[in-house]
C-alpha cells in the first residue's frame, strides 16, 4: 500500500481527470465514489486498477472496503482527505474511489447492436441530457430485467460520477451500446425482425396498454425537453403513448421510460404464464 | 411598479427567507422561481402576491411575464441582477420570481384526510427525502390523475425550489395533506373504508399485477432508503410489491412510485372499459 500526501501526485492528477467525460474515454476508465459503490465494482467482476481511501473511510467502511480489497488488481493507496477532495464528486463524500476500467458490454460498437438479449426487448436512449435521468433509467431497467440499452446521438455519459450514483451500479452490468445516430441504425434494426416503437406524448399515437410485445422490441425515449427526433419517430415501427388522465402535459423522462418499460415486461410475464 | 436595486431591501430579504421551510411555514408563502413556473401558479390561480424580475427578464420572457401580471395581487418589482442573486436558487437563474401563498388545498387538515377523490385512489408518501424525487412523484401523479397525496411523517416541502423545479408545478393543483403519523392515520381511513395497500421490496408480498384496485385505495411508498416504517406496514390491509426481475435490488423511489400509480390507474381504467 502506498500513502498519498501531495494533492499534487501524478496518480491522483490522472484520476481526478476521469471525472471529466472525455479523459473517460482517453483512458476507458472511470472514477467511482463510495463504499457501496466500490464493493459493487467489485462484485459486478469489473477489472479495478486502483484503489484510494482515508483513514478515517478504512474505519468506518471496514466490511465493504473488505470486498473491494479481494478484487482490485493494481495497487491500493491509503490518502489524506484534503488529497480526497480532489476526487470526490459529492458534499459529503465517504473518501473511498476506485478507477475501474469500463466494462467490454459499455464499450460495445456498431457490429454488436443488432444482437437480441435474452428477453428479446431492448430500449434506446437518445439524447437524455440529465445524468441523474440517465442512471434513474439505467437502474429501473436492470431491475426489470432488461439487459440492453442502446444510447444514442449525444446521450450524456452512464460513467459520470452523477450518473453512477444514480443508477445504483446498473451501468456495470447492462450492455450499453453507443450509436451515433438512432434513426440512421433503425432501418437495419428492422432488417433483422426487431419491431421499433416510439414513445411520444401524441394523444393519437397507440396505447401502450394495446401494444403487442411478443416481437423483438426496441423502446425509444427520447430527450428530456424535446423528446425524440422526428426522424426517429418517422424512422419507427410505431408510436405509442401512455394514456395522461390529469392535467400535467408530460411526465419526466425517468418516470415516462419506467411505465413504458414496466409495460413491456408486464405483458411479456403475462403471455409466459 | 417598484424598482430595487438595494440587496438590504426588506421586501428581498423577507421573500428569499421564503427558500427555507421553516419561513414558508411561518408565511404559508413559498418563492417560485422561472418564467415557466411562474406563469403555472398564475394560471392555476394561486394568489400572487408579489412579482421580481429584471430587465433582461422582461425581454427574454415576454410572453411568460405577461400571463403572469394579468394575475399578481400585490406589487410588481424591477430588480437588479445583484438583487435577483438573493432569490435564486438555480446557478443560471432566468431572473423571475414570485411570492405566492400555499394553495389552500395544500394546507388541509386532518379534518380533510378521510375525504376521498374522486378517482377514488390516493397516495401517501412517508418520510421522502429528497425533494427532487417528491417533486417528480407529484408530476407523475397528477399526468396519470390522482389528484390527492398524503405527506406523511417528516418528509420534505412539496413547495422547497427544488421539490417545485422538478414537480412543474404539480404541487399547485394537487390536494396535498400533512399527516404526523401514517401507522396512527391508518386506522380511521380503514374505517370509512379506504383500502390500505404498504408497498414493499419483499418477494413475498403480493405481485401489483395482481391486486383489486377497484376499492377506494391508498398505496404507502416509503423513504428512499429504508422504505416504510415497521408500523405503517403493519397497520396496512395489504402488502404489495413490484415483481423484480433483473439483478438490481430496487428500484428509485420515483420511478417505483410510477408504475404503482400506473398499475392502479391502468387497472381502474380496464374496468371503466
Not at 236 to 242: K, R
Request: glycine share 6%; net charge neutral.
Amino acid at each position: 500500500m502506498e500513502h498519498i500526501t501531495s494533492r499534487k501526485n501524478e496518480v491522483i492528477r490522472s484520476s481526478a481527470a476521469l471525472r471529466k467525460a472525455a479523459e473517460r474515454r482517453k483512458q476507458k476508465a472511470f472514477l467511482c465514489e463510495g463504499a457501496r459503490l466500490c464493493a459493487d465494482a467489485a462484485q459486478s467482476g469489473l477489472n479495478l486498477h486502483s484503489l484510494f481511501y482515508t483513514k478515517r473511510a478504512a474505519q468506518k467502511y471496514t466490511s465493504y472496503l473488505q470486498k473491494v480489497q479481494l478484487s482490485v488488481k493494481g495497487t491500493t493507496y491509503l490518502i489524506e482527505p484534503s488529497v480526497a477532495e480532489l476526487l470526490a464528486d459529492t458534499q459529503n463524500s465517504q473518501e473511498i474511489f476506485c478507477v475501474c476500467d469500463i466494462p467490454q458490454a459499455a464499450q460495445e460498437t456498431k457490429e454488436h447492436f443488432l444482437e437480441l438479449p435474452p428477453e428479446g426487448m431492448c430500449l434506446a436512449l437518445e439524447q437524455i441530457q440529465d445524468p441523474a435521468n440517465l442512471g434513474t433509467i439505467l437502474r429501473t431497467a436492470e431491475a426489470l430485467g432488461i439487459s440492453k440499452v442502446l444510447l444514442c446521438g449525444e446521450c450524456c455519459d452512464p460513467f459520470s460520477p452523477k450518473a453512477l450514483r444514480s443508477g445504483m451500479g446498473a451501468a456495470f452490468r447492462l450492455v450499453l451500446v453507443h450509436i451515433a445516430s438512432l434513426p440512421q441504425s433503425i432501418p437495419a434494426l428492422r432488417r433483422v425482425g426487431w419491431h421499433t416503437f416510439a414513445a411520444v406524448p401524441a394523444h393519437n399515437a397507440g396505447k401502450i396498454t394495446k401494444v403487442d410485445f411478443s416481437v423483438p422490441s426496441v423502446m425509444a425515449v427520447g430527450n428530456e425537453g424535446n423528446g425524440l427526433l422526428a426522424e426517429t419517430i418517422s424512422a419507427c415501427d410505431q408510436c405509442v403513448t401512455i394514456p395522461m388522465l390529469g392535467r400535467a402535459e408530460s411526465l419526466n423522462v425517468s418516470a415516462s421510460a419506467a411505465i413504458l418499460m414496466w409495460e413491456m415486461m408486464r405483458k411479456r410475464s403475462d403471455e409466459n404464464g
